[in-house]
């Protein structure tokens, strides 16, 4: 099988996954990552997103053999030692969670539309995030999270 | 009552850490180790079949698989409210997705292949797919031994036939009141069946020890429900069955009651020392997990010339699916609640839920309310023009009151309907000019809908919470109410913390573990903040009482003159002599000896009074502890070239008894109203004779941050519940009730087209409209 070396959340990895399997399975499974969510599989609900590259991608669709040199950031990459990341605590602020099982899955989306686009629209936050399935806050505080880091506490922008 | 120190702020909630970091768990998250076997499930493809034979010999030749069951090896029988299905299917498939045979291996993918080489040998039979048409039938029955199912004392089974339940209501004389109507409209509506679509796909895990322990890990609203039913089924002691439920991925009634938790306990009997888990995946949460009841509903409502409602008779068929053990209640629900949140002194209702060869019918956010006034609230549209009276006015002149006998006979207290009418009136300026289209080929309108709901639930559902003071004087609340989104931690948090004196910071709930929280009957029917929120009010004031018996003595000033604020204790008449919390939490040591102890705190609550109602009549005092009233307005703008609608903005007014925690209580209306928004224009689970014509999230669509509509909500106070903590009521289901029938009577004002069988998808609004649009060329023509 092939060896594939990447960088999770700036930690090397060396795996030997088999050719069917997915990036969620081996950060699921061999990682112990779990805060990527498996919620259909089929990369229609956006609960599995995570930064490939610097870009969003549903973990789910993307097979682990072809991650050679890939960097890969989860959502226990945000933050440090020092704290929350800015949108973490923004989504803690806004009340932008309930269940909690979209929620790393939206806040990656929201860190990736923020590095293309650091004063999106709200419109342009409703695009971007719509692939992203929530069924519990009807997205207004989803939305308002983004949109507050987004206008770097002056309102927004 | 005015806001305290915990009570009526936005809290911030006490998982959202966990959720914001990864590190909240779920139950497919936790690693179990090499110890763990994946479970897979073969289900029916058919309908309705005879099972006739099965063989697993090849598939237990697959390497890795250790285990397989079939309904033979657990056939009894068990349900919530009718015991009336097995674990795994015995003899007889009555839908496609049932059951019917496990597989335990080491891998997942060794127990799909075993799956698929479980031979089972079917015979078709013919089946019911409409609720209406099984009603009657007695040739095609889905349950021959409906009369011997054990069931609850309020549920009525009618014994060869098809109907699981039927609930009679019988008030007046709904002849002599329509005879005296001035307008008469009577209607049939729709409801198709929906599915919750929680993102989290239901988990079960299980581990059997060798000192003969099951515990099973679940994604569950109910542990004790889950306890309770496999601990009857299996004949376990409730000291060898341990449910523990870590976070919970959205419930919305769809993971109540047992889900998918008994499937892996014969596996895991068979292999101790192992975690058989079991996760579905997203189609089989479509096709094997709860759905909404489908519903028909034939509606005829008369008022006179005076505006006021004069009669009503309903004919209610919910399409409870294969098995009704849970669905049973919410025909009884549907029935009780029939006449909608009006006064209408003659009522004849007759609500059954049928058995189908459809899902499982189970409780969704609302529990029949959002399916009953679908139609309910159209007619009340529908009259209100005939009489040429406005549709608010209408409404606000039949709105139930307090003390207004309800169609069940009894009296409503609290009924502040009107409250909300008027709110959402004042906010959203019903009556004004009509705001231009956004485009020539574009119509708006504005539509209104109201609803009540009651927590629907056996007479005696229970709570209870123990407290738990530490040495420093923080708290631990053990509670087995489920956090599953809605906010229970923190708002149950903030009750202990106002009544007991500390801050909210220092008070935790803790997740549910049934060897060591204590009961719970569920998390359903909004009733937590209320029914566990009086447990954990009581324990409070238990932990209270026995703090304040230690401090008298230290401080030597009588219990009654002493208060507890910010976790110090000090007499009213000279606050700067405090105690800390902390420092009597376990006792005290006095120079004649140690008194008092550690602070333990129990609370208990079932709510009084609440009373049966007759079989023959429905009629009865007060079938639950409170009804909570809301109205919704919803704007729209309808596109005349596709009949696609766009709902521009919701408008909605609550009236609550007291908010907890703003915030929260507030996510629960938005996502109420986004949720009846995609059962409104989207949700159908498209059925074709029992199977299945979309499973997945492409073909069957739910709302993204696109439909978000503008919404403005209002949450009132006006009456405080007299049994509530602190006066709530509950708030969770009533947000998604008006929405769908507030949206149609705003795409009627729009383009005066009604739709009376939901979803309102483009192409039914576009066919309406040019149907709606012939009609009128050739009435022009006519001389």
């Not at chain 2, 001035?182 to 993102?199: C, F, M, R």
Request: with cysteine; proline share 7%.
């Amino acid at each position: 099988m092939k060896t594939v070396t990447l960088t999770v959340n700036n930690r090397p990895h060396t795996l030997t996954p088999s050719p069917e399997r997915t990036l969620l399975d081996v950060l699921r499974e061999d990682l112990g990552l779990t805060g990527a969510k498996r919620g259909c599989d089929a990369g229609e609900c956006g609960a599995c997103t995570v930064l490939l590259n610097g870009k969003p991608v549903n973990s789910c669709l993307v097979l682990a053999v072809e991650l050679s040199g890939a960097a890969v950031v989860t959502i226990e990459g945000l933050g440090g030692p020092d704290g929350l990341d800015r949108l973490q605590q923004s989504f803690i602020d806004n009340f932008a969670l309930q269940c909690g099982y979209c929620t790393p899955g939206m806040i990656l989306m929201g860190k990736a539309l923020l590095m293309q686009n650091p004063h999106p629209t709200e419109a342009e936050v409703k695009e971007f995030i719509s692939g992203n399935l929530c069924r519990c806050t009807g997205y207004e505080n989803i939305v308002k999270a983004i949109m507050a880091v987004a206008g770097g506490g002056e309102g927004n922008g | 009552m005015a806001d305290g120190k915990a009570i009526g702020r936005s809290v911030p909630r006490q998982d959202a850490v966990d959720k914001v970091t990864g590190a909240a768990q779920f139950v497919d998250d936790i690693q179990f180790g090499p110890t763990l076997l994946h479970a897979k499930i073969l289900r029916s493809p058919h309908p309705h079949a005879r099972i006739v034979a099965i063989d697993t010999a090849a598939a237990m030749a697959v390497p890795g698989v250790r285990a397989i069951v079939t309904g033979k090896d657990c056939p009894q029988y068990l349900g919530l409210y009718l015991a009336d299905r097995t674990v795994y299917a015995v003899d007889r498939v009555r839908f496609v997705g049932e059951p019917v045979a496990g597989v335990a291996a080491d891998s997942a993918a060794a127990a799909t292949e075993a799956i698929g080489k479980i031979v089972v040998a079917y015979e078709p039979l013919p089946g019911i797919f409409d609720p209406v048409a099984g009603a009657g039938n007695k040739d095609v029955l889905l349950h021959e031994n409906l009369g011997t199912y054990r069931c609850a004392p309020f549920i009525y089974p009618v014994p060869g036939t098809n109907i699981a339940n039927r609930f009679r209501l019988r008030k007046g004389d709904t002849d002599k009141g329509f005879a005296a109507a001035a307008a008469v409209v009577e209607n049939t509506y729709t409801v198709p069946h929906i599915q919750h679509s929680q993102l989290e796909p239901h988990a079960a895990a299980a581990n059997f020890d060798r000192a003969g322990k099951l515990t099973l890990w679940s994604s569950s609203q109910s542990p004790n429900a889950v306890r309770k039913l496999i601990a009857t089924a299996f004949g376990l002691p409730m000291t060898k069955l341990r449910v523990i439920t870590p976070y919970v991925g959205g419930g919305f009634g769809g993971k109540a009651g047992l889900t998918c938790e008994a499937l892996v306990v014969p596996l895991a009997l068979r292999l101790p020392g192992h975690h058989v888990k079991l996760t579905l995946t997203r189609e089989e949460v479509f096709r094997g997990t709860f759905v909404r009841q489908g519903l028909v509903a034939r509606l005829k409502t008369g008022a006179g010339g005076d505006g006021r409602l004069a009669a009503m008779e309903a004919e209610l068929f919910w399409d409870g699916g294969a098995y009704a053990e849970y669905g049973v209640n919410i025909a009884r629900s549907g029935g009780y609640c029939s006449s909608g949140p009006y006064e209408i002194p003659n009522i004849k209702t007759d609500s059954c839920c049928v058995y189908t060869n459809h899902p499982v019918g189970g409780p969704m956010r609302g529990f029949g309310m959002p399916e009953i006034h679908w139609g309910i609230e159209q007619q009340m549209d529908m009259l209100a023009e005939k009489l040429g009276l406005d549709p608010l006015a209408f409404r606000r002149l039949n709105a139930l009151r307090d003390g207004s006998p309800a169609a069940f006979g009894g009296p409503m207290s609290g009924a502040t309907l009107v409250d909300t009418i008027d709110a959402v009136a004042a906010r959203c300026g019903w009556g004004g000019p009509k705001p231009p289209a956004s485009g020539a080929r574009k119509a708006r309108g504005r539509g209104l809908a109201c609803m009540f709901k009651a927590p629907s639930m056996p007479p005696d559902a229970q709570s209870s919470a123990v407290l738990k003071l530490n040495e420093d004087g923080t708290v631990h609340i053990l509670t087995t109410a489920m956090e599953i989104g809605q906010g229970s931690l923190t708002a149950l948090a903030q009750i202990a913390a106002e009544e007991l004196g500390v801050p909210v910071a220092d008070v935790v709930v803790t997740l549910p573990d049934t060897d060591y929280t204590p009961y719970e009957w569920q998390t359903v029917a909004s009733r937590i903040s209320y029914s566990a929120g009086n447990a954990v009010l009581a324990a409070a004031r238990d932990a209270k009482a026995q703090l304040l018996a230690v401090a008298a003595q230290v401080l030597a000033v009588p219990a009654t003159e002493l208060a507890i604020e910010d976790g110090r204790i000090f007499p009213r008449t000279d606050p700067a002599r405090a105690l800390a919390v902390s420092a009597i939490a376990m006792g005290c040591l006095l120079p004649g000896g140690a008194i008092g102890g550690p602070v333990v705190g129990r609370g208990a609550f079932v709510p009084a009074g609440i009373t049966g109602l007759d079989r023959e009549t429905g009629q009865g005092e007060r079938p639950a502890p409170f009804w909570t009233y809301g109205t919704q307005v919803a704007d729209v703008e309808v596109d005349l070239r596709t009949g696609a609608i766009t709902v521009l903005k919701v408008t909605a007014a609550y009236e609550v008894g007291k908010v907890i925690n703003p915030a929260l209580a507030i996510g629960q209306v938005q996502g109420g109203i986004v949720q009846g928004l995609g059962a409104a224009l989207y949700e159908r689970l498209a059925l074709a004779e029992g199977k299945y014509l979309n499973s997945d999230f492409v073909d069957y669509k739910i709302p993204t941050a696109t439909d978000t509509p503008q919404m403005d909500i209002v949450l009132l106070e006006t009456s405080p519940q007299a049994d509530g903590p602190f006066g709530v009521k509950g708030i969770a289901e009533p947000t998604m009730v008006p929405t769908a029938p507030a949206i149609a009577n705003a795409v009627y004002d729009a383009i005066g087209v009604r739709i009376r069988d939901l979803p309102l998808s483009a192409e039914k609004v576009l066919a309406a409209l040019k149907s709606k649009q012939a009609g009128e060329k050739f009435v022009r023509r006519a001389p």
